[in-house]
């Protein structure tokens, strides 16, 4: 009984400091609610400056998080996206800031018409386990460059990387400006509960309901970055080597702990053989041992890979043909699977997995393929493996899904001039690049007139000869 008063006290702490926060953020906004160009800019050097001069900080404090993870990876997809970001930002920012100029209609001249793009006011972000670093800055670099003040919920799984975050954040940024909040999920839901002027989720659809549900109350825009099963489609003609490297690495990087990676393959059933060999010596060539390798990144925590674990003991019991790539280890470096004769009552198939487990499907033709994919809920990814540029378009044209890559995996996220985001239950909204800065700014309709008012025109009383005529020649 003790303990429970302790910490209620405690949580109403932590919730009265979290209301703080953002009231002291949002008076700073009131204050000084457009930020200019100059300001935003030394934001992004500053933060630019920060990533770059503590790298072997974050790498090492991710890696204590994980129990192991690859200084390669994390130099790869967090720190040097987040680089190339901010540069690509502050490239771009003025013209991104420039007011647009739109045409008037003739019925209505004299008159300009521009959209100018303001900031929203305080921006929340709620950041997942996976790529602790990259998924906080990448939302952060688009809310900063729309001159926003942020609060970022760093995840509980991570909380070697969310001290580093917040207390390197806090050397170049005031709390009124950009801060870092700690905390286990409930603060996380109270954090979501707060009237933000948007708020961007990344991490599972299930909690992306709960957070929208949060939003909603206080009508609070949302964008969610969610996840879902990710295609790949190995093609007729494809060489079996290229498509099983590609989507090899796109698989194991990170231990298959991404929101893109491929979450099952379609293969052509003459093909399957010859795939899972391909695929095999792929992943063995990049990871010629799991023990004590440290390319090969652990899974987060116990309770995911008890749920990987699950997943397989399932697939196994209903049917699954199971294919370890590696002996079991004692840590949490997880073997690599492939997992034949798949069938939709397993878990595997059902969730997405978001671990180093990869289903091969087995189609006969592309249209069936297509109709497979197009059965079920659109994800984030779609991966098509085929050099025959039709094929390609054809692809293209009749799948939805938030991203695609032709001919690779992944790479398409780290793209800074390329939109990133979900389609249904894989997310809505996006950001990166100007998407994100569009994201993060309120797009205001500014209709101009000065001295001579033509509309006197078409004021009361109705029924003017002259109204008649304006009718005649605008109304048809």
Same mark, same amino acid.
């Given at each position: 009984?003790?303990?429970?008063? /302790? ?29 200019? &160009? ?44 987040? +680089? ?8 771009? +920012? ?10 008037? &209609?003739?019925?209505?001249? %004299? ?16 950041? %997942?386990?996976?790529? %602790? ?10 809310? =900063?460059? /729309? ?17 580093? !975050? ?31 002027? $948007?708020? +961007? ?6 909690? @992306? ?23 790949? *489609? ?12 590609? *989507? ?19 293969? %052509? ?88 487990? =990869? ?10 393929? +297509?109709?497979? *994919? ?35 995996? =992944? ?6 001039? !390329? ?9 809505? @909204? $996006?950001? $990166? &690049?100007?998407? &994100? ?27 003017? /000869? ?11």
């Amino acid at each position: 009984m003790l303990a429970d008063v /302790a910490y209620l006290n405690q949580f109403g702490l932590e919730i009265d400091r979290l209301q703080s926060l953002f009231e002291r953020q949002r008076s700073a906004f009131h204050a000084d609610p457009s930020p200019t &160009g100059e300001n935003r800019l030394q934001a992004l050097e500053a933060l630019h400056d920060l990533l770059a001069n503590h790298q072997q900080q974050i790498i090492e404090a991710i890696s204590e998080d994980f129990g192991n993870r690859s200084a390669d990876e994390t130099r790869l997809a967090e720190i040097m996206p987040s +680089l190339h970001s901010i540069r690509h930002a502050k490239r771009h +920012l003025r013209q991104w800031m420039t007011p647009s100029r739109r045409s008037v &209609g003739m019925a209505f001249q %004299p008159a300009s018409a521009k959209v100018v793009y303001q900031p929203l006011g305080v921006v929340g972000i709620i950041v %997942p386990w996976n790529y %602790p670093l990259y998924l906080a800055i990448g939302p952060l670099i688009g809310a =900063l460059a /729309a001159g926003n003040r942020v609060m970022l919920k760093m995840s509980e799984s991570t909380p070697a990387t969310a001290r580093l !975050l917040k207390d390197l954040l806090a050397q170049i940024f005031p709390e009124n400006q950009v801060a870092a909040v700690l905390g286990e999920a409930d603060v996380g839901i109270a954090f979501s509960q707060l009237p933000f002027d $948007h708020l +961007l989720f990344t991490g599972s659809t299930s909690v @992306g309901r709960q957070v929208m549900r949060a939003a909603a109350e206080n009508l609070t825009p949302v964008t969610l970055e969610l996840g879902g099963k990710s295609p790949a *489609i190995v093609s007729t003609g494809v060489p079996l080597a290229d498509a099983a490297e590609r *989507i090899a690495f796109g698989k194991t990087f990170n231990a298959g702990q991404t929101c893109v990676a491929p979450d099952y393959v379609l293969v %052509p059933r003459t093909r399957i053989d010859g795939f899972v060999d391909a695929y095999r010596q792929a992943v063995r060539r990049f990871y010629p041992q799991l023990a004590d390798n440290p390319d090969y990144t652990s899974i987060i925590n116990p309770r995911q890979h008890a749920r990987l674990q699950g997943y397989l003991d399932d697939a196994q019991a209903k049917g699954a043909h199971v294919l370890p790539l590696f002996e079991q280890v004692q840590d949490r470096r997880m073997p690599h699977c492939l997992l034949l004769d798949v069938n939709d009552e397993m878990q595997v198939m059902q969730d997405e997995i978001f671990g180093p487990l =990869l289903p091969i499907v087995a189609y006969d033709n592309l249209e069936q393929a +297509l109709t497979y *994919i197009n059965a079920r809920p659109r994800p984030l990814a779609l991966y098509y493996f085929g050099y025959d540029r039709a094929e390609q378009r054809h692809v293209l044209r009749h799948t939805h899904s938030g991203g695609v890559c032709l001919n690779d995996t =992944l790479l398409h996220v780290a793209q800074a001039d !390329l939109p990133f985001g979900g389609i249904g239950p894989s997310g809505m @909204g $996006h950001y $990166h &690049g100007h998407e &994100g800065f569009l994201t993060f700014s309120k797009a205001k309709g500014v209709f101009v007139k000065q001295r001579f008012n033509a509309a006197r025109l078409i004021y009361p009383p109705y029924g003017k /000869a002259l109204q008649k005529l304006i009718y005649k020649l605008f109304v048809r």
